[in-house]
């Protein structure tokens, strides 16, 4: 046997028997003791760098219960999980499965507790103590599995199992399930069943991207999981809105996600553009390539959309939102036209860049996004008084203002009733590659 190989069975043999029984912190300590007897410095240090190497690749584990080499073999094979925000806050939560449920203590994988088919389990959260049916125990997190069957969680039902995690805001619910359940519980949420095949692939390449990009992003990792269930991410409604055609959808695009420089795309999506979808920085400010403005073939019913509001509560809209102009004189901006638009203080899409409020007081300069915001309206592809001559509207005690829009949701990326209308006469794919530019439609198992 050579010296380095020996070296690193002793560095095996310290790292493995200190971490037999936990992986806690102090028996690192213990095998750092250990290393520090060896008498030799150049095949001490070379213990170390092996012990580290080992002690790594446990951490690892124990955060994620897989390596990173174990998380890239199981995403060849198709096995992705995610771990799903469900509710925040509770301090009661419901559960019951056809098979019963098997609860365990998610840091030591003892089990706890068992129940049958028929019995609801109650969790309460009371005074930093988790209670199943009223009995405290001594776990804050804790795994419910079902031997495959379906979970209900206060009324909803989801496939895979439900981690619960207690902190000082109450119980976290989370749902830990495979990406393609997963997608099939968000294509019928998000899009109607009803809808063509096409248009729902599409949907589902969208939402598999969006939740590999959220969960490589980490956005709520301080959460304790992936991504969340709801409109902040994208809406995931367990098996309810599942049906034979979202199933279709998403078994039919297994596996394909939509990348840019051979990474997960931010797969926005929206319900309907009004004409045309808004680029990225346009609403984020960030500039990202596969993220422009495109003409949008929508045919939603309800696209075109007004408001119509007194000066003076436009004011007061204005002035909650730390803007405050006195008593409104002029509002400055020029007339949507989607066939000039891109020029002044519109941008390319038609949304605004820009919008003067000149009060008694003073001046405040916005965009459409942010007016979108402050005034409450579907969109941010909108005008002032359609109609009217010029960039300036002056303002009169008591006038009513009308505001004229098109569209519904922030405009960037998939359009989801563009998406619709297009499936008339295109497959998914050539929908995907409309709405994000440049991409490639990879299979990533």
Not at 43 to 68: N, P
Not at 143 to 153: E, F, H, M, Q, S
Not at 169 to 185: H, M, Q
């Amino acid at each position: 046997m050579n010296r380095i190989a020996g070296t690193q069975i002793l560095a095996a043999a310290i790292v493995f028997f200190c971490s037999a029984v936990s992986y806690a912190s102090p028996y690192k300590g213990n095998a750092n003791k250990a290393i520090a007897q060896i008498n030799k410095p150049a095949i001490k240090e070379q213990v170390k760098q092996g012990a580290e190497t080992l002690w790594q690749k446990l951490s690892d584990k124990k955060k994620s219960g897989k390596t990173q080499g174990e998380k890239a073999s199981d995403e060849k094979k198709g096995v992705v999980q995610l771990d799903v925000g469900l509710l925040k806050g509770q301090y009661s939560v419901a559960a019951l499965s056809s098979r019963g449920l098997v609860i365990s203590d998610l840091a030591s994988g003892k089990i706890l507790n068992k129940f049958s088919g028929k019995d609801t389990v109650s969790f309460t959260y009371k005074n930093r103590q988790l209670c199943i049916n009223r009995k405290p125990i001594s776990a804050q997190r804790i795994i419910l599995r079902a031997d495959g069957a379906n979970i209900t969680v206060n009324g909803d039902e989801y496939r895979g199992e439900i981690v619960l995690v207690c902190g000082n805001g109450g119980i976290t619910v989370v749902n830990r399930v495979d990406l393609e359940s997963y997608v099939k519980g968000v294509v019928g949420t998000e899009m109607s069943p009803d809808w063509p095949g096409e248009a729902l692939k599409a949907q589902a390449g969208a939402a598999r991207t969006f939740s590999l990009y959220t969960k490589n992003e980490g956005k709520h990792q301080g959460d304790g999981y992936n991504i969340c269930a709801g409109t902040h991410c994208q809406v995931y409604g367990g098996t309810k809105d599942e049906s034979s055609s979202v199933t279709r959808a998403v078994d039919d695009t297994r596996g394909e996600i939509i990348t840019y420089d051979g990474k997960p795309i931010y797969a926005a999506f929206h319900t309907d553009s009004g004409g045309r979808t808004a680029a990225s920085r346009e609403v984020w400010g960030g500039e990202l390539k596969y993220l422009i403005s495109v003409e949008d073939p929508s045919g939603a019913p309800n696209r075109h959309w007004q408001v119509t509001m007194t000066a003076e509560q436009m004011a007061a809209k204005l002035k909650a939102a730390g803007k405050d102009v006195g008593t409104l004189k002029k509002i400055s901006l020029s007339p949507l036209n989607l066939k000039k638009a891109g020029s002044g203080d519109r941008y390319a899409s038609g949304r605004p860049a820009r919008i003067v409020f000149t009060g008694s007081k003073r001046s405040v300069t916005i965009n459409g996004t942010q007016a979108r915001s402050i005034f409450g309206l579907k969109s941010a592809l909108f005008d002032f008084e359609p109609g009217r001559k010029g960039n300036d509207l002056k303002i009169n005690s008591g006038q009513k203002i009308k505001i004229d829009g098109f569209g519904f949701g922030h405009g960037i990326g998939l359009s989801q009733w563009g998406a619709k209308s297009m499936s008339a006469k295109k497959d998914y794919k050539s929908i995907l590659h409309h709405y994000y530019n440049g991409v490639t439609i990879t299979k990533i198992y």
